[in-house]
């Protein structure tokens, strides 16, 4: 076990890949704190190009943990948000979440959106393991694409 754990840390450390970096970055960046992950997916994919697949995989976890924080957060936030609660807005919004339920995950990728529909998601009490499969699907998407996009643009 402790063999294992000296590997995994080695291949994580920052001076040699960056992927705990990228982990950090996908994490923070899916709070509420506006923080972009891609610019160091694309500078560490720019520096390791063999390293596409393992470094979708960190920021797609680090991000969807990022998104579940915001899930627990909007589900103890539930009675501030209680004031809101007669707006035309939100009813519309609450309704159509409701309707949607965890699969209204699949949209976390969105910018400026995003981050809050996994914290009202809680604040909802959705399922919490169906909503964190759907943001993982969502972001594993939104960094696929986004990557690709990005090499296929600024190529070697």
């Known amino acids: 076990m402790e063999a294992w754990l000296d590997t995994l840390l080695a291949h994580l450390a920052l001076p040699h890949y960056g992927l705990s ?5 996908a994490f923070v960046s899916a709070t509420l704190v506006p923080v972009g992950s891609e610019p160091i997916l694309f500078g560490l994919l720019r520096l390791n190009p063999d390293m596409f697949w393992s470094a979708i995989g960190v920021a797609t ?5 990022g998104g579940a ?3 627990w957060m909007g ?5 501030v948000a209680d004031k809101y609660a007669n ?3 939100h009813l519309r919004v609450l309704a159509w979440l409701k ?21 009202v998601a809680g604040w909802l009490r959705l399922p919490f393991w169906p909503c964190v ?6 972001k594993f998407a939104r960094y ?13």
């Open 87 to 89: 707006s035309k807005t």
């Open 99 to 119: 309707r949607l339920g965890p699969k209204a995950c699949l949209l976390s990728w969105l910018p400026i959106v995003g981050d809050p529909l996994c914290a």
């Open 133 to 138: 499969f759907y943001m993982a699907v969502g």
């Open 61 to 65: 976890v680090g991000n969807t943990l």
């Open 144 to 156: 696929v694409t986004m990557t690709a996009v990005l090499l296929y643009v600024w190529p070697d």
């Open 75 to 79: 589900w103890g936030a539930s009675k």
């Open 21 to 25: 970096a990228l982990f950090i970055a």
């Open 69 to 71: 924080v915001d899930w």
